[in-house]
C-alpha cells in the first residue's frame, strides 16, 4: 500500500496546497513563525542539531501548540498544515550559515502517519530547494497520540530511515505508548521528557528511570539526548549517568533570531573539563590508544564493494558504516553476508540490482559511545549484549574508530591500576594525591564557590589501643560509607587522608546546607558508632585508657570535628594550597575545643577577622 522509495518531485505543489488550504489556514501559517533550541554535545558542547519549535501561535487565535494542532486535524487538513510547516521551518533553516553542519528536529505530529491523503516526497523536494540532504532531518514522534495502525505507519518511518532520514521519540517517559513506541520505531534519537530530568540530583527514582532508558537506548543503538537541561545539578547528574547530548534553557533559550545562535556553547565544554579533571574521567587519552581504526564504509556503497571488502581483508569481521557527514549508522558484519559467501553464485546474485543497490538492509544497528564517555560506562553498554564484538566510538557525533572488547578490557585495567595507585588502600576513597589536585583546581576556578570540610574522628586513637586495630579499621569504614553517602552527588567529592582524617569538597551550594549536612552526619556517626563499644563503655559514656603522656584518663564514646571553610565564588585573589593548609590547621583545633565540635569560616573574612557567616548547632546525647 506503501511506497519502498520516496519521490524527489514534489506531490503537492505550492498553489495545490493553498487551493486545499483556503485563507483561513493559509493566514494561520502566515502569522505562525520558528524559534530554534540548540542541542549540543554533553561532553564538548557542540552543537549537533536545533529543534524547530512553534511561536506565535496566540497571534494565530490558538491557545496552545496542541491546539493548533488538534483543529488542524479537526478540519482533515492536518498533513497540509504539516508540509506548509515543514516549508517555512526549513526556509528559516537553511539561513543558518552553517546548515550542513547540524541535524533539523522537526515535531511531526503521529496522526499524520494514519492520515487518508498522506502523500511521500514533499519533504525531499523541499530539501532539495534548499540543497540539504536527507541527513539533515530528523522527525520527532511524540508519544502524546498513539499509532492506531501502526504496522502502515511504521512502514512510512522505515521508509523515511532508509532514505538517511533521522527518527526521534520525544518526551520520553510521559506518554502512553510507551515501550510500545521504541519497539515500533527504533528510533535514532531517544529524548528524556523535562519532568525526569528536574530536579533528577535530589531525585532517586528519576535516576533509576533515567538511567533504565539509556541502558534501553544504547542497547538499541540509539542516543539519548536529556530535554530541559535547566542547571549545572542537572548537567551534572545527565552527564555522570551517560546521557549523549543535552537540550535546555542551560545552553540557550528558543530563539528566534537566527544569528544569535552558535556552533559551539562553550560553557557547557567548561563544565565538562571541571568534571573530567575533579574525577579523574580523563579517559579519552587512553580509548583514543587502543582503538581500532577501521575503515568504515560509506553507505551508498555498493553492497557488492562491502561484500569484496570482506574477501580482501580476512582479519576483519566488522566494518562500522558512516553517512556522508561521517555519523555512525551501525556495522555490517561477515555474518551479513554469510547466506552468499557459501553460495556458488553469492557474487553474481549481490551485483543483482534488485539486491545490491541497498546497503542499509545489510546494517546492524550498534552501539555509539562518545569518546569523552567514561570506561565504565561504555563497559556498562558492552555488557549488555554479549553478542557485540565491542563499541562505535565517536566524537562530535563524527566516526571516530572501533573499540574490540579485548581493548575496551585492557584500557579497564589500565585505569584500574592508575586509579589504585592514588587510593586509600584501605577505604578506596581518593587519597592525598586527588584531594590536593582537587583543591588546586578549586582555588583556581576564582568565579565558583567552593566549600571545603576538614574531619578528624575524635577519641579514635584510645578506641584503637583498647579494642585493636580491626576494630579501629571497621570504624575507618564506617566513616567512610557515611561520607560516601553524603558526597553521592556529582558535585560533591570525598577523599580520605590518611588515618581518620578525611575530606568533602563541594562545588557551588549553600553553606548553611552543608552545615546542616555536617549536623547530620555528626549525629549519624555518633549513634553508629556506638555498637563498636562494649555494653559498659555505652552505659558510662566513656573508657580508661592512656593518653599521649601515658597517663590513664577518661575518654568520651568517639565523634568527630569537622572545619567547614567556604570559598566564595567572585574571589579577590587566588590563594594557594599552603594558605588553605594554615587556615584549616588552626581551624582544626578551634573546633575540636568547641562544644559543637565545628568551625565554621569564610575564607575572605579570615583576612578581617569578620565573624563567621552561620552558627553551629550540633544535638549532643
Not at 520527532?140 to 527518527?167: D, T
Not at 579517559?283 to 557488492?304: A, Q, S
Not at 588553605?580 to 575564607?603: D, F
Request: proline fraction near 4%; hydrophobic fraction near 35%.
Amino acid at each position: 500500500m506503501f511506497f519502498s522509495s520516496l519521490n524527489t518531485n514534489p506531490i503537492i505543489s505550492n498553489n495545490h496546497l493553498e487551493q486545499i488550504a483556503g485563507h483561513r489556514w493559509l493566514s494561520n501559517i502566515n502569522k505562525i513563525d520558528y524559534a530554534f533550541q540548540p542541542i549540543v554535545n554533553i561532553h564538548t558542547g557542540v552543537c549537533f542539531g536545533y529543534e524547530a519549535l512553534l511561536r506565535d501561535y496566540v497571534t494565530a487565535g490558538f491557545r496552545s501548540v496542541d491546539e493548533f494542532f488538534d483543529q488542524a486535524f479537526s478540519d482533515n487538513m492536518l498533513y497540509h498544515v504539516e508540509v506548509m510547516l515543514r516549508r517555512k521551518a526549513l526556509e528559516k533553516f537553511s539561513k543558518i550559515p552553517w546548515n550542513k553542519q547540524v541535524k533539523f528536529f522537526f515535531n511531526l505530529d503521529n496522526r499524520v502517519l494514519n492520515t487518508k491523503d498522506y502523500m511521500p516526497g514533499n519533504t525531499l523536494a523541499l530539501l532539495g530547494q534548499h540543497n540539504l540532504s536527507q541527513d539533515t532531518i530528523c522527525f520527532e514522534i511524540s508519544e502524546k497520540h498513539e499509532l492506531h495502525n501502526s504496522n502502515e505507519a511504521v512502514e512510512i518511518l522505515n521508509a523515511y530511515r532508509s532514505q538517511g532520514f533521522k527518527i526521534a521519540v520525544d518526551d520520553c517517559g510521559t506518554g502512553f505508548a510507551g515501550l510500545k513506541l521504541l519497539y515500533h520505531t527504533r528510533p535514532d534519537f531517544i529524548k528524556i521528557d523535562r519532568f525526569f530530568i528536574q530536579d533528577i540530583t535530589n531525585d532517586a527514582g528519576k535516576r533509576l528511570f533515567v538511567s533504565s532508558i539509556l541502558n534501553l537506548a544504547h542497547l538499541m543503538g540509539s542516543i539519548v539526548i536529556a530535554e530541559g537541561v535547566e542547571t549545572e545539578q542537572e548537567y551534572y547528574c545527565c552527564r555522570n549517568i551517560g546521557c549523549d547530548m543535552i537540550q535546555g534553557y542551560l545552553i540557550q533559550y528558543p530563539e528566534a533570531d537566527i544569528s544569535r545562535l552558535s556552533q559551539c556553547y562553550d560553557h557547557i565544554r567548561i563544565l565538562s573539563e571541571k568534571e573530567q579533571r575533579k574525577e579523574k574521567f580523563g579517559d579519552e587519552n587512553l580509548i583514543d590508544l587502543k582503538l581500532d581504526i577501521v575503515e568504515p564504509i560509506m553507505n551508498y556503497c555498493n553492497v557488492h564493494e562491502a561484500f569484496e571488502r570482506f574477501k580482501s581483508r580476512q582479519d576483519a569481521c566488522i566494518f562500522p558504516v558512516i553517512n556522508q557527514n561521517h555519523e555512525p549508522l551501525g556495522v555490517i558484519s561477515e555474518k551479513s553476508f554469510k547466506e552468499y559467501n557459501y553460495s556458488r553464485f553469492g557474487s553474481e546474485l549481490l551485483r543483482n540490482p534488485g539486491i545490491g543497490k541497498n546497503l542499509n538492509k545489510f546494517i546492524l544497528r550498534y552501539p555509539i559511545a562518545d569518546i569523552h564517555t567514561p570506561v565504565e560506562k561504555i563497559l556498562e553498554i558492552y555488557s549488555s549484549n554479549e553478542k557485540m564484538e565491542g563499541i562505535i566510538i565517536a566524537d562530535n557525533m563524527k566516526y571516530k574508530g572501533f573499540l574490540s572488547a579485548h581493548s575496551l578490557l585492557k584500557i579497564l585495567n589500565e585505569k584500574n591500576i592508575a586509579t589504585a595507585r592514588d587510593q586509600n588502600p584501605l577505604t578506596r576513597l581518593p587519597g592525598n594525591t586527588v584531594i590536593h589536585r582537587y583543591i588546586s583546581e578549586a582555588i583556581r576556578e576564582t568565579e565558583t564557590q567552593y566549600i571545603f570540610v576538614y574531619f578528624d574522628i575524635d577519641n579514635f586513637k584510645p578506641f584503637n589501643d583498647m579494642y585493636g586495630f580491626r576494630q579501629g579499621d571497621r570504624v575507618i569504614l564506617l566513616f567512610s560509607e557515611l561520607l560516601r553517602t553524603w558526597t553521592q552527588y556529582s558535585n560533591r567529592f570525598a577523599g580520605h587522608m590518611g588515618g581518620d582524617d578525611f575530606f568533602m569538597g563541594i562545588q557551588a551550594t549553600s553553606p548553611v546546607k552543608v552545615h546542616s549536612d555536617v549536623v547530620n552526619m555528626a549525629n549519624q556517626f555518633r549513634n553508629d558508632v556506638e555498637s563498636f563499644y562494649d555494653p559498659d563503655a555505652r552505659e558510662k559514656r566513656f573508657i580508661v585508657a592512656k593518653d599521649r603522656k601515658g597517663l590513664q584518663c577518661e575518654f568520651p564514646l568517639m565523634t568527630f570535628s569537622a572545619v567547614v571553610m567556604e570559598l566564595p565564588a567572585k574571589r579577590k585573589r587566588e590563594y594557594t594550597t599552603d594558605e588553605i593548609s594554615r587556615v584549616m590547621a588552626k581551624n582544626k583545633k578551634i573546633a575540636k575545643s568547641s562544644p559543637e565540635k565545628l568551625s565554621l569560616i569564610r575564607i575572605e573574612d579570615t583576612e578581617s577577622n569578620a565573624p563567621p557567616p552561620f552558627q553551629a548547632n550540633v544535638s549532643s546525647k
